[in-house]
Each structure stands twice: as C-alpha cells, then as structure tokens.
C-alpha cells in the first residue's frame, strides 16, 4: 500500500481540477446560450470520440505500459484546459463542446489505464478497499473543485480559476512521473489490435455475470453523469436559483459519493448480498424526489441519495469485474465496460435534452428513475447476489 497516497493525491489533482472546470464550462455554456439543448449536445457528444476509440484503448493498455499511457492523457488533458481557460471569452459552444470531446477522450484512456496500473500496485485482496479508498478520498477533490469553481464563478474571478485549475493538473501529472513503471510483465500478443480488440468483446459478453455487470454499471454511470450534466439547467430552470445552488448541489453528490466509498466495505459486511438491491432502491427514490417535489430541501436530499447510490454501484462494481477478470484481459475488460458505458450516454443525453428543453427538467428524472428499475431487477438476480 505505499504508493496508496500518490495515486490518491494524483486521482484528486485530477478530479478537482475536472470538476471545477466542468461546473464553470456548464454553467457558462448554459448562461451564454439559455438553451438546454446544448447542455444535452455537451454531455453526449463529449463522449463521442471515446465511445469510437474506447475498445482500442483497452488494447493498448493490455499491450503497452500503463504509466506511459496515463502520461500522454494527463498532458493533454494540461494542455486543453489550459488554452480554453486562457480564451474562453473567444470560444464558440461549438468550440467548448470539442474541447469537452477531448478532455472526455483523455479520460476514457485514463480510466482503464488507471485501474490496470492499480492493480499491477497492489494485490488482489487489496483491490476492493483500494478502489472504495481512492474513489472515497479523490472526490473529495472534486467537492473542492466544485466549490472553488462555483465561489469564483458567482465572484466572476475567472483568471484564479484558471491559474488554480492549470496549477493542480500540472502537481498531478508531476507525482505521476515520480510513480514507478509498470511491475507486471506486458501482454504480447502476435494477433492484430482487430482481433485483440474482438478477443476482449468476446471475453466480456460470453459471461451471462460480466453482462449484467456490464448493464449494472452502465445504468449507474448514465444516471450519475446525465445529474451532474442537467443539474444546471435544474438550477437554473425548475428551482429558479444561481450558481451558489448549483454548486451547492453538486458538491452534496460528492460529499454523498465519499461516504459511499468510506462505508463500502462495511455496509456490504452488514447487508451482505440485499446491498446491491438496497442500493437500486434506494437510487430509484432519490430520482424520484427530485422528479416530483420542487423545493430545495427535498432536492438536496435527492442529490445525495443518488451521489451515494451511484458511486457506491461504480466502484463495488469495477472492483468485482477487476478481481472476476483473467490478468491479460484487465485493461480490455475496463474499456469494453466504460464502451458500453459511454455508448449509452452518447445516445440518450442528447434525447434528455430535447425532451427537457420540450417538456421540463423533470421529465428527464422521471426518465432515469424508470431506468433504474432494469438495475434493480439484474441485482435481484442469484448471479450478482452471490457475489457479496
């Protein structure tokens, strides 16, 4: 566990500066245009290029060395948030909206590269209280990010903003250079990357357990991002507030997405195998307040339930499909679930936002809240169940 702090501090840096900068991207980009659908088109076509590349990263990152990889995206992700912050009075939606495509792409290769290099670190029965940990304590820098971001917004300091974001990928991507290459020797293989890439699909689908995984985490990753796409336009429309709100909401996810990553371990101890289904239910509800109650109490505590739903079925999940998968497959594994993943939200939150811009806001929880009985009855089954 002795690189446990670093890749802590590394997945923080980097969520912070995420965060902050996605709350000031959002809220920008709905201020200066007044029309959800963008807000739709930004979500979705974000993950766009990821959801075309995604099944060749998990090749590569089978194939090369996974810090190298991290490197390349965390430069990227410097140099693009560096120059949008820098000209962003200049940019066009259009711009922000390509800009987000490649921060989104970056993201899509660290991911994967990042729970593979975890798991080269540390052993097995190390990964399921790694993964709750990092998840627990790194949001903790998307809840400063957040905040920071959305003070600063409502003070129109941007030029701090943008030092203090730039500031803190640069730190991140200094301690990633200082972390060892990978320790596990790197799958060869003589086979192209077509037909690695088709071993990978065909190594995941084969498994009726790695499906409904598969349908299980996709259902919380599309859940958790449409929330945290549409909380603006959520703010700004339904509840009639500012950013302060807006930021107030998002940080009440984090908060609630620690805690989950914090009692994780226990909370499966205590309910065993009725943990997933609880959670299912109790995600189901939380949607369900913010879909039929307007005020800003009942809403807060919508945006915990699902902070805390979410993050928990992401993190067990990912944690269970990486203990479940054969060493060679880890990295194809990861993407092949974050192909799904995206896929998903590329097609539906541009929907949401028509819908939404059509009818209101909370025609899109009601959306959501209908989706997640499908989790609900995949956690039901033996196959999952068992598994706690």
């Known amino acids: 566990m002795r690189y446990l702090t670093k890749v802590i501090w590394i997945q923080g840096l980097l969520d912070f500066a995420l965060s902050a900068y996605f709350i000031f991207i959002t809220w920008g980009l709905y201020e200066q245009t007044e029309n959800i659908v963008y807000t739709g088109l930004f979500v979705g076509l974000g993950f766009l290029p990821s959801l075309l590349c995604m099944p060749f990263f998990g090749v590569f990152v089978d194939r090369y060395h996974k810090k190298y990889l991290l490197l390349a995206a965390f430069a990227t992700i410097f140099i693009t948030i560096a120059a949008v912050m820098i000209c962003f009075d200049d940019l066009s939606p259009i711009l922000l909206i390509v800009s987000n495509m490649v921060l989104q792409l970056c993201g899509s290769l660290i991911r994967p590269a990042m729970q593979a290099y975890i798991s080269a670190l540390f052993n097995k029965e190390q990964l399921i209280v790694t993964f709750q940990k990092s998840a627990s304590y790194t949001i903790i820098g998307g809840i400063l990010g957040t905040a920071i971001s959305s ?49 990978g699909f065909t190594y995941c689908l084969s498994s009726c357990f790695f499906l409904q995984l598969l349908i299980i985490m996709m259902i919380g990753q599309l859940i958790y991002h449409t929330t945290v796409g549409f909380l603006a336009a959520y703010t700004y429309e339904v509840l009639k507030s500012n950013a302060t709100l807006y930021g107030l909401l998002e940080i009440t996810l984090s908060i609630s ?132």
């Open 257 to 388: 997405g620690v805690l989950a990553g914090l009692l994780g371990t226990k909370y499966i101890k205590n309910f065993k195998q009725f943990s997933p289904i609880i959670m299912m239910v109790g995600l189901m509800l939380s949607l369900l307040l913010l879909a039929l109650d307007t005020t800003i109490a009942f809403t807060v505590i919508g945006c915990a339930g699902i902070g805390f739903c979410t993050t928990w079925i992401r993190t067990t999940f990912q944690a269970i499909q990486q203990i479940a998968t054969a060493q060679q497959y880890h990295g194809r594994a990861a993407s092949i679930r974050m192909f799904f993943n995206q896929g998903c939200i590329v097609c539906l939150t541009p929907i949401f936002g028509v819908l939404a811009e059509r009818f209101s806001a909370h025609s899109i929880f009601f959306l959501l809240a209908s989706i997640s009985v499908i989790g609900l009855f995949l956690c039901s089954t033996q196959q999952v169940r068992k598994q706690f």
């Open 151 to 199: 003070f600063f917004i409502t003070q129109a300091v941007v030029s701090i903003l943008a030092f203090t974001i730039i500031n803190a990928i640069f730190i991140a991507l200094s301690l990633l250079w200082r972390l060892p290459k990978d320790k596990l020797v790197i799958y060869r293989s003589r086979y192209s990357i077509f037909k690695e890439m088709r071993a």
